[in-house]
């Protein structure tokens, strides 16, 4: 375990000094996220959604969103300079835990990327007094819930893209499909039975789910339990994927790797 923790920190440390080294970096960051905030938002609200009601949702829905959408990019940045730095050999060949490296990755991008937009989101609900001093208790509670969700999600990618240099595909599958159907800017229930189903496929669905219960944002109960049992089964799945990816993705370099790879 104490390993594990190891590469997991050099993980975290290793993509500081490579992805976040600059003021420039955070400050894009933090305004592109409130830029494509502010943009939903504003399209909204010529018609009859309530003001605060209507932020307190596309709070949660884009603090939720910009957790997961960092994993895709990660995953995607990982698959490129990984490979073109050479430190994708040495991820193989080195004896680590690699469920530990694969997750140290996600866990880095998250904590990095998204601390400084989900501080704008916790902002915007305390305006709106979704979150009071009163319910204040329950903030860590659904920040834990984003951060191992979106972690075990971020390390599946980062199994995926070990496979192919170009795996753009495979992102565009993972975060379109992603920001309409989870529900980030459209409440689930107003879609068709189709969608729906395809909303069940994305742990983010769930997670909103839950956190805008804990938050009131909205009251039926049987939809949290349900909710709360999809989430673990998808968490579950992931990390089953994430392990035999990654033996197989092992496995396809040691057969189509170039001399230098091993």
């Known amino acids: 375990m104490r390993k594990s923790l190891l590469v997991m920190k050099a993980e975290i440390k290793k993509q500081q000094q490579n992805d976040y080294h600059s003021y420039f970096v955070y400050f894009s960051l933090l305004v592109w996220p409130i830029l494509g905030f502010l943009e939903i938002y504003y399209t909204y609200r010529p018609f009859e ?13 884009f603090m939720a969103y910009t957790c997961f959408w960092s994993m895709v990019q990660n995953a995607w940045s990982m698959s490129n300079q990984e490979r ?15 469920l530990a490296m694969v997750y140290g990755k ?3 991008a998250l904590l990095q990327e998204v601390w400084m937009f ?8 305390f305006y709106t007094k979704t979150l009071r001093w009163d319910n204040l208790a329950l903030l860590p509670l659904f920040l834990m819930l984003l951060l191992v969700s979106s972690t075990i999600w971020g390390g599946m990618l980062n199994a995926i893209f070990l496979f192919s240099r170009d795996a753009s595909i495979v992102m565009d599958l993972f975060d379109a499909p992603m920001t309409l159907f989870a529900g980030t800017r459209i409440p689930v229930s107003c879609f068709p039975k ?16 839950i956190i805008r219960f804990i938050l009131g944002l ?6 949290v339990f349900f909710s709360f049992a999809g989430l673990m089964i998808c968490l579950t799945a992931m990390l089953i994927i994430t392990k035999y990816l990654l033996v197989k993705a092992e496995k396809h370099n040691r057969e189509t790797g170039q001399l230098q790879f091993y």
Request: glycine share 8%; proline share 3%; hydrophobic share 45%.
């Open 49 to 61: 959604a309530q003001g605060r009601d209507l932020l307190a949702f596309l709070g949660t829905g």
């Open 84 to 98: 073109k730095n050479g430190t994708l050999e040495i991820s193989f060949l080195t004896p680590a835990n690699r």
């Open 106 to 108: 996600a866990l880095g």
């Open 118 to 125: 989900c501080c704008f989101c916790i902002f915007v609900l």
């Open 194 to 209: 189709w969608a729906k189903v395809i909303s069940l496929f994305f742990p983010l669905t769930y997670c909103l789910n």
């Open 218 to 223: 909205q009251k039926q109960e049987n939809d």
